[in-house]
């Protein structure tokens, strides 16, 4: 039965939990096993803690036992991305400079996970602070996709997305900033959905850009990703971003179709470097939505091709700001202190012997010494580098020309999707521009890489909704994503306009041979 309960939707395993056909242990037992005959080859947790998450599922079961009142997902492995503060456990967003970060509080999204009575199963592996599309960034091990472990399973929720196609657990929760749940989801065969900026709390998340991030779920289909949306929505007074709007019972309405459903798909989408199997099976995919009675209707979205160079500037200015804290003082990695003043001491007595007064002025004192030993040994190459780039942009003399520009233009690239939601009800087209590539071979390229993002990161600019559904499969046997985006907190819209996809195809039950 273990073999056969991890091959179930998250909506077929509460159907057996709720009616008695399976326990919470039994389900958090084949869990584990599979983490233990598979991880070895992925690498999507950075911790797992079997004891922690079997006694909560014997509790859970204990309670249903008694007709005690249960919570939305009472029973359900849910994995968590490692940048979601949770009370007393190590939160480290896959980075030195936290490696012993204990939070002393519960995320808002955790403690929602908590109160449905999710068993919350491991931590996962993510791109360092959040920053990177490929999890080759995490300052511990890169993530591998169980589709080809030679290739990257797209970052930075690459653990949160490799974790549910290996069939690790049903359910994860991942982050967006610019394609960071939607990627992963196109490049592992699953599905994931980055909701309206303010719609889920971002209150514990530990911050990469405070005005792009966002929680989201990542599951085998849509219907499973509407009953994690369900228990991560909604407002909260702690995040003051947090929008005062009703949650829709998103599992209720996922299975409905959209009737008279208008589809627009994007000119600017279609052109140079778009591998041909990804345009092929976009175009499919279409298709198969005028087959189900949509109209479907080209668009232009004129000011999307400044939405890699806009983000690449307002994401590394925000990263810059919010970095700052980790100094060795209030949080994060410090360096090793007395090393650092014998190497000090050493350094001065040297340049006074040799009369040197213009370098023992310049000699940083200790304590800007320990700021820059903490933060060069605690941070890795990718978070420097968009640390350096935001603290440029947001110089004296440089403000006006590069941040302020970018917000103008992001008010720009918002208006195009305004304009473009009054003739269509949903938006599709490409997630990544090719399938998933090898491990090693964009790293050297910081440009290449960022180019990656080039579908998904208006999304975040805009604030809009964005989903990614499997749909088709390369020569190679690689996952292709099929991206849907939606008006603000318009999630019900898009969730449904991807069940109706997969409810006439069968892409989002495919899973690797691993």
């Keep these: 039965m273990m073999t056969t309960l991890i091959h179930q939707s998250a909506a077929e395993l509460l159907g057996l939990l709720n009616a008695g056909q399976a326990t919470s242990a039994e389900l958090t037992r084949a869990y584990l096993a599979r983490i233990d005959a598979v991880d070895g080859k992925v690498r999507a947790f950075l911790r797992v803690d079997p004891s922690a998450a079997l006694a909560r599922a014997e509790e859970i079961d204990a309670r249903r036992k008694s007709?005690?009142?249960?919570?939305?997902?009472?029973?359900?492995?849910?994995?968590?991305?490692?940048?979601?503060?949770?009370?007393?456990?190590?939160?480290?967003?896959?980075?030195?400079?936290?490696?012993?970060?204990?939070?002393?509080?519960?995320?808002?999204?955790?403690?929602?996970?908590?109160?449905?009575?999710?068993?919350?199963?491991?931590?996962?592996?993510?791109?360092?602070?959040?920053?990177?599309?490929?999890?080759?960034?995490?300052?511990f091990f890169p993530t591998r996709n169980p589709w080809d472990t030679t290739r990257i399973p797209g970052g930075s929720s690459g653990g949160a997305a490799a974790c549910v196609a290996a069939r690790m657990a049903p359910l994860s929760v991942g982050s967006d900033t610019g394609g960071s749940i939607r990627c992963p989801a196109a490049l592992c065969g699953v599905s994931g959905l980055k909701p309206t900026y303010g719609r889920v709390s971002r209150y514990g998340l530990v911050a990469f850009a405070s005005s792009l991030d966002q929680i989201g779920p990542l599951a085998g289909s849509a219907e499973d990703c509407a009953l994690l949306l369900e228990v991560l929505a909604g407002h909260d007074p702690k995040d003051s971003t947090s929008v005062d709007r009703p949650v829709p019972d998103y599992s209720r309405t996922v299975t409905e179709p959209l009737k008279n459903l208008r589809i627009g798909w994007v000119r600017e989408h279609f052109g140079e470097g778009l591998d041909a199997e990804v345009e092929k099976a976009v175009r499919e995919a279409i298709r198969g939505y005028q087959s189900q009675g949509a109209t479907v209707k080209e668009l232009s979205l004129p000011h999307g091709k400044y939405a890699v160079a806009t983000y690449y500037i307002i994401a590394p200015c925000e990263a810059s700001s919010n970095l700052a804290r980790y100094d060795g003082v209030h949080f994060g990695h410090r360096t090793d202190e007395k090393a650092m003043v014998a190497e000090l001491e050493a350094q001065r007595k040297d340049l006074h012997q040799r009369g040197d007064q213009k370098a023992l002025d310049d000699l940083d004192n200790a304590l800007i010494r320990m700021y820059r030993r903490s933060r060069a040994e605690g941070f890795g190459p990718e978070v420097?580098?968009?640390?350096?780039?935001?603290?440029?942009?947001?110089?004296?003399?440089?403000?006006?020309?590069?941040?302020?520009?970018?917000?103008?233009?992001?008010?720009?690239?918002?208006?195009?999707?305004?304009?473009?939601?009054?003739?269509?009800?949903?938006?599709?087209?490409?997630?990544?521009?090719s399938p998933a590539y090898k491990i090693g071979e964009k790293i050297g390229n910081p440009l290449e890489m960022y180019l990656y993002d080039l579908y998904t990161v208006s999304t975040n600019l805009a604030g809009i909704a964005g989903m990614s559904i499997p749909c088709g499969l390369s020569s190679t046997g690689l996952p292709i994503g099929l991206h849907l985006q939606a008006p603000p907190f318009e999630e019900d819209r898009l969730l449904r306009g991807a069940a109706m996809f997969q409810q006439a195809t069968d892409w989002h039950t495919r899973q690797p041979e691993i």
């Design 67 to 139: 007709d005690k009142p249960l919570g939305r997902l009472a029973g359900l492995p849910v994995a968590v991305k490692d940048l979601l503060c949770t009370t007393g456990e190590p939160t480290t967003c896959a980075s030195r400079m936290l490696e012993n970060f204990r939070p002393p509080y519960d995320a808002t999204v955790v403690q929602r996970l908590k109160a449905a009575d999710a068993v919350l199963i491991g931590r996962t592996n993510m791109d360092e602070f959040a920053m990177g599309g490929s999890n080759e960034n995490s300052a």
């Design 384 to 433: 420097k580098r968009r640390i350096m780039l935001g603290t440029y942009a947001l110089s004296a003399g440089y403000y006006d020309a590069y941040y302020k520009k970018a917000l103008q233009v992001r008010r720009l690239i918002r208006r195009d999707f305004d304009e473009a939601f009054k003739e269509v009800d949903l938006i599709v087209g490409p997630v990544t521009p």
